[in-house]
């Protein structure tokens, strides 16, 4: 994407439905929905310059869009693979396995947690907190798509289904 994002009128419009749906004095409520469609636009991330155009387009400050970039998990700030690869780290999953599914894809991948593939398919997300379902767990998300009861096997399929 060119780092002049709001120079597209087809950016610029999305934004503009997306600030449609928040009260008119609140314009910091369409940053994490205006982040999250930047960075579909952005190959997976949003960079520091997309970050400051869309504060200077919402007229907030910088730091506004910043801590809800580097809050929010779905965010990315830096280039990552094609697939993004969550494994939920909190109790429930980590009772259940969840640190040996990790190891199992960092030797699947031959990436380490918080790296991308060589050929930019996959990137294993650092530890993620909670993906909201305990009761499948271990579990992880794929491009935020659920995952639960995992194995090494299921995890296998998944990955290769993938490639």
Same mark, same amino acid.
């Given at each position: 994407m060119n780092e002049k994002i709001f120079?597209?009128?087809?950016?610029?419009?999305?934004?503009?439905?997306?600030?449609?749906? !928040? &009260?008119?004095?609140?314009?910091?409520? +369409?940053?994490?929905? @205006?982040?999250?469609?930047?960075?579909?636009?952005? +190959?997976?991330?949003? @960079?520091? +310059?997309? /970050?400051?155009?869309? @504060?200077?387009?919402?007229?907030?400050?910088?730091?506004?869009? /910043?801590?809800?970039?580097? !809050?929010y998990s779905m965010i990315n700030i830096k280039p990552v693979g094609k697939n993004v690869i969550s494994v939920c780290n909190n109790v429930s999953c980590m009772l259940n396995g969840s640190d040996e599914i990790i190891r199992h894809i960092e030797k699947k991948l031959k990436?380490?947690?918080?790296? +991308?593939? &060589?050929?930019k398919r996959f990137y294993l997300k650092d530890e993620v907190e909670c993906l909201a379902a305990c009761t499948g767990a271990p579990m992880m998300q794929v491009n935020h798509v659920n995952y639960e009861n995992l194995t090494k096997e299921k995890v296998d399929k998944i990955l290769d289904k993938i490639k």
């Open positions: 120079d597209d009128e087809i950016v610029q419009n999305k934004i503009n439905e997306i600030i449609k749906k !928040f &009260p008119n004095d609140q314009p910091k409520s +369409s940053i994490i929905e @205006s982040l999250l469609f930047l960075q579909e636009k952005n +190959s997976g991330y949003v @960079s520091e +310059s997309i /970050m400051k155009q869309l @504060s200077d387009y919402l007229k907030v400050e910088l730091i506004d869009v /910043m801590e809800v970039a580097t !809050f990436i380490k947690v918080g790296a +991308s593939t &060589p050929d």
